[in-house]
């Protein structure tokens, strides 16, 4: 596998603002000079200018077209499909990525599956602060959605895998998800199931051995590539002036006029870079200490990456380790460790949400619909609950 394209380590952390991480949502600010952001990194530091709120509620909601001229700066509209050169979606090839979504058996004890974790019956996220996995143990961080996930700079909190290719094989063989000893492990039990090589040769026919791990990231990674959820805000970018109602307009114009786009821009709305938790000040009790995990620089401290904004107002709990239950939690966090304002006003809450809201996606029950799996085979593995 080779790493998408990422900017230079310096030019991560050193853009302009550097206002945001996990929800980035914050309040208008007047115009003024912008934060040094080599200040900002350092926690407990002081923005220049001041911060002040602006009154919202007695304005015109902002003209669409205007508004959508700026927007078009920052965001572009989803893409119908987010397929690489290096991984062809055939329908072969899809098909089979969805069997094994679904399958518990790729597990040690054939009770979790990438769905267990990444319901795509609920915007592809299980509700819970960490996930369950094998023998009831749970990790550390929070499970984000696989919805649209394939559009972010890499995968993992930490950015360890470039790909959902390579992302797919990681909870395999973690001992605490899917707890299997190794990849041989996985494709054994897969090549006991006639249905599955079947299905590996039609979607891999070059391949003169194709049931391989390789493969089975591949077949996962491109279902996974299908998940897009095109919203009433890609509507909007694509010209619909009636598509965001005039609260969103006005969530949408504080987003953009409060810099939450210097990190959350894109077709994701984030998911182009890191960024740390506590930009003005150290968080108390975050027990992660984040580091990126390309770079293991002792400076990447608290630094994850910045989750996508999509489908966020169904995505709760929130932030890394999953400890925010609720959005308007996440927005006043957001307001007091990122820019240093202290609680957002009702307004304020208001408008973002709706903004928000129209990220909200749709979901194609067909293309997500749960497969007949192929039965086990005489030599299939059973279930190992060790």
Not at 280 to 305: A, L, S
Request: aromatic share 6%.
């Amino acid at each position: 596998m080779t790493h998408h394209a990422m900017l230079p380590h310096d030019r991560l952390f050193s853009l302009s603002g550097l206002l945001a991480l996990a929800v980035t949502l914050t309040a208008c600010v007047d115009t003024g000079p912008p934060p040094n952001p080599r200040t900002m990194q350092a926690g407990g530091a002081k923005r220049s200018g001041e911060i002040t709120v602006k009154k919202q509620a007695s304005l015109p909601p902002p003209s669409s077209a205007q508004l959508r001229q700026v927007a078009k700066k920052y965001f572009s509209p989803l893409p119908a499909k987010m397929e690489t050169a290096d991984n062809p979606m055939t329908e072969a090839k899809v098909a089979l990525g969805r069997a094994l979504y679904y399958d518990t058996r790729l597990s040690k004890n054939h009770d979790v599956s990438c769905n267990t974790c990444h319901l795509l019956n609920n915007f592809g996220v299980d509700g819970k602060p960490v996930s369950t996995g094998h023998r009831g143990q749970t990790g550390d961080r929070n499970s984000p959605t696989v919805f649209n996930a394939a559009l972010q700079l890499a995968q993992f909190w930490d950015g360890r895998e470039p790909t959902v290719e390579a992302q797919a094989l990681g909870p395999l063989i973690n001992p605490v998800e899917m707890a299997q000893a190794d990849h041989n492990s996985v494709i054994k039990t897969v090549a006991s199931i006639p249905g599955y090589v079947d299905q590996f040769k039609a979607a891999f026919p070059d391949d003169k051995d194709p049931v391989n791990a390789e493969n089975l990231g591949k077949a996962i990674g491109a279902f996974e590539r299908g998940l897009t959820t095109p919203a009433a805000f890609d509507r909007f970018l694509q010209g619909d002036d009636n598509a965001l109602s005039d609260d969103a307009l006005r969530g949408l114009q504080l987003f953009v006029d409060a810099q939450c786009v210097t990190c959350h821009t894109g077709p994701g709305v984030g998911g182009t870079m890191y960024q740390k938790v506590g930009v003005i000040k150290p968080v108390p009790g975050i027990e992660d200490e984040g580091r990126i995990k390309i770079t293991q620089n002792p400076k990447d401290k608290f630094f994850f990456k910045v989750p996508i904004l999509r489908n966020v107002t169904k995505t709760a709990p929130y932030r890394h380790d999953g400890k925010i239950k609720t959005l308007d939690e996440m927005l006043d966090f957001m307001a007091t460790y990122q820019i240093a304002k202290g609680k957002l006003s009702a307004e304020e809450k208001k408008y973002l949400t709706a903004f928000l809201q129209g990220l909200e996606g749709e979901v194609d029950p067909a293309y997500i619909a749960e497969p007949e799996l192929p039965p086990s085979g005489p030599n299939t593995p059973k279930p190992d609950p060790t």
